[in-house]
T-cell receptor
């Protein structure tokens, strides 16, 4: 079984400041890693994902994340946030299984609040 | 690419009635779709996994007779909430997984807000 921990339920930050949203996971098998963003009353939008290869992954809207296997982390970063980045961010993992879809295990989410 | 739609986006119904929610993959074929439920300010809770042409697999604690899932084609899955009650009020979100290079990633629909009076 997998588990995902997002330690920060809320992260307040000023506009144009850098931000890091933390995600740690636990799994006995290899996993794929994802970050999704959810704006109010909307579904989830894929920000980025790590499947294999380079551990530094770049996503949409200027976000990036780094997979650290030894620390079992997949922290999300953005060098300069905008008001429009205010949203709920979910980290998720799934088992690395080829040829079939695997369930996602979600963290509890981090509310990013960007203010002027 | 990889767009998923849901219909309706919002629905209000009376207690005891049934409500059907559609989930469609618009530009890819989805061999597997997932149905989630989300309560306010909480994470997503997986309800069931739906595979095209076979019966859905429900998570523990989810009543299969109350939440009927049909995945009749590679682009459409439906969730029917039967005899809805106020406690079924929630935000329901589906996701879809494609074939080939889209197999590892779930693409989510915009969600359906259900309010049962």
């Amino acid at each position: 079984a997998q588990s995902v921990t997002q330690l920060d339920s809320q992260v307040p930050v000023f506009e144009e400041a850098p931000v890091e949203l933390r995600c740690n996971y636990s799994s006995s098998v290899s996993v794929y890693l994802f970050w999704y963003v959810q704006y109010p009353n909307q579904g989830l939008q894929l920000l980025l994902k790590y499947l294999s290869g380079s551990t530094l992954v770049k996503g949409i809207n200027g976000f990036e994340a780094e997979f650290n296997k030894s620390q079992t982390s997949f922290h999300l970063r953005k060098p300069s946030v905008h008001i429009s980045d205010t949203a709920e961010y979910f980290c998720a993992v799934s088992r690395r299984v080829t040829g079939t879809a695997s369930k996602l295990t979600f963290g509890t989410g981090t509310r990013l609040q960007v203010t002027l | 690419g990889a767009v998923v739609s849901q219909h309706p986006s919002r629905v209000i119904c009376k207690s005891g009635t049934s409500v059907k929610i559609e989930c469609r993959s618009l530009d890819f074929q989805a061999t597997t779709m997932f149905w989630y439920r989300q309560f306010p300010k909480q994470s997503l809770m997986l309800m069931a996994t739906s595979n095209e042409g076979s019966k859905a697999t429900y998570e523990q604690g989810v009543e299969k007779d109350k939440f009927l899932i049909n995945h009749a084609s590679l682009t459409l899955s439906t969730l029917t909430v039967t005899s809805a009650h106020p406690e079924d009020s929630s935000f329901y979100i589906c996701s879809a997984v494609g074939t080939g290079g889209l197999q590892e990633t779930q693409y989510f629909g915009p969600g359906t807000r259900l309010l049962v009076l």
